[in-house]
C-alpha cells in the first residue's frame, strides 16, 4: 500500500496542526504564525517537528529570515487550506440552519465586473440578506486565482481566464462583452472622421496588465493589423485611477464596454480592437463546495447576469454557446 494512502494521513494530522502549517506559510515564519494563533513559539515548533516525524517528510526550510515550504509542505498547506475551508463552510451552514441564512461570502473581482455585474449583486444581497458578510477583493487573475485554489476566495467573478489558467477550476459564462476604447469626451481624436487603429499607436494609453488576457488580445489586436502595440503605456486595472487619468490627459484606455460606457464624462472612439471580446462570467474550484452563503450569492448574480443580458439583448442561453462557454476541470 503506498505511504501516504487515506487511512495514514487521517491517522497522523490534527486539524490544529493543520492551522498552524497555514499560518506559518501565511505569516514567514514560527513566531509570527504562532502569534497569529495565540501559541507559544515552542509549542509551535515542537507540533510541526511532531508533524513532519509523522509524515516522514520535511515541510519547511529554515534559515535566519524565516521559513520557506518545501515540495512537500506547499502540497500540504495547499490542501490543509481546502480542508479549513471547507470546515468554515460546515460550521456557516449549521449556523444557517440554527439562526436563518448568515456568513462570510469572500468575492475576488476583475475589471469587467466592477461596475455593473457585482454592485448590483451586493445591493440585492443585501436587500434579502443582511446577515451574509461579503469581503471584496479587487485585482488581476494572477492575483486572485491562486485564493480561489486554496479556498481563500469563493468565487472571482469578470472575464475569463484563458486555458492556461483555468486548470483545476470551473468556469460559467455570465454575459458577453465587447471592448471599447475609451477617451474623456471632448477629446480630440472625438472630432476625427475615419479614424483607424494605426492612427492611435503613436498616443499614450492606459491599459491593464501583460498577464491579462484583456491585454493580450489588445496587442493581438494590433499585430493583426501589421501594427506594434503602443510603447506609451501606463499599466493600471484601478477604476477609479484610470478614470481620473482619462479625465485629465488626453491619454486612451481600452475597457470592457459596460465598464467604460458607465464611467461619467467619458465616451468611446469608433475604432474596433479586432478579436478583443469579453466573456464575463463566475470561476469556483472545481472540486469545492460552495457555503450556503456562498451559494445564496451566486443565486442573485445569475439572477443579475439574465437581466444584464436582456439589457444587451443577449440571448438568455448564451452560456451554453459553444463558441463561448469553456470549461477545464481536471
Known amino acids: 500500500m503506498p505511504k501516504f494512502h487515506e487511512n495514514f494521513l487521517l491517522s497522523r494530522l490534527k486539524l490544529r496542526q493543520l492551522r498552524l502549517l497555514t499560518a506559518i506559510a501565511d505569516e514567514g515564519t514560527v513566531l509570527k504564525g504562532s502569534q497569529a494563533l495565540n501559541i507559544a513559539q515552542p509549542a509551535a515548533t515542537k507540533s510541526i517537528k511532531e508533524l513532519e ?13 524565516g521559513v520557506t515550504p518545501t515540495d512537500f509542505g506547499r ?26 441564512l448568515s456568513g462570510r461570502v469572500h468575492v475576488g473581482t476583475l475589471l469587467a465586473a466592477s461596475t455593473s455585474l457585482l454592485p448590483r ?6 436587500e434579502r440578506r443582511p446577515g451574509i458578510a ?3 477583493d479587487e485585482g488581476t487573475i494572477d492575483r486572485l486565482m491562486p485564493g480561489l485554489r ?15 489558467e483555468r486548470e483545476g477550476l470551473r468556469q460559467e459564462v455570465l454575459y458577453l462583452d465587447t471592448v471599447s476604447i475609451m477617451v474623456r469626451e471632448g477629446h480630440p481624436l ?45 499599466e493600471s486595472v484601478s477604476i477609479l485611477t484610470n478614470h481620473a487619468l482619462l479625465m485629465n490627459t488626453d491619454m486612451l484606455a481600452t475597457m470592457p464596454h459596460q465598464v467604460g460606457m458607465g464611467q461619467a464624462g467619458l465616451t468611446a472612439l469608433p475604432v474596433v480592437l479586432e478579436g478583443a471580446n ?17 451559494s445564496y450569492f451566486m443565486a442573485i448574480v445569475y439572477e443579475i447576469a439574465a437581466e ?10 448564451v452560456a451554453d454557446d459553444p463558441a463561448a462557454t469553456r470549461r477545464q476541470t481536471k
Request: hydrophobic share 40%; glycine share 8%.
Open 134 to 136: 461579503v469581503t471584496v
Open 278 to 294: 469579453s466573456r464575463i462570467g463566475a470561476t469556483t474550484h472545481a472540486h469545492g463546495e460552495l457555503s450556503a452563503a456562498a
Open 75 to 100: 502540497v500540504m498547506i495547499k490542501h490543509a487550506k481546502l480542508i479549513l475551508t471547507q470546515l468554515r463552510h460546515a460550521g456557516e451552514e449549521l449556523q444557517s440552519l440554527e439562526e436563518g
Open 190 to 234: 472625438t472630432q476625427r472622421s475615419g479614424l483607424k487603429l494605426a492612427d492611435l499607436t503613436d498616443q499614450a494609453w492606459v491599459m491593464p496588465p501583460p498577464q491579462t488576457s484583456l491585454r493580450r488580445q489588445v496587442d493581438h489586436a494590433f499585430r493583426h493589423e501589421g501594427l506594434e502595440p503602443p510603447n506609451d503605456v501606463i
Open 308 to 317: 444584464i443580458r436582456a439589457e444587451l439583448g443577449q440571448a438568455q442561453d
Open 53 to 65: 516525524d509523522a509524515l516522514g517528510v520535511q515541510l519547511f526550510d529554515r534559515s535566519s529570515r
Open 150 to 164: 486554496t479556498g481563500d476566495i469563493d468565487v472571482v467573478l469578470g472575464r475569463l481566464p484563458e486555458y492556461r
Open 121 to 126: 449583486a451586493l445591493a440585492r444581497l443585501r
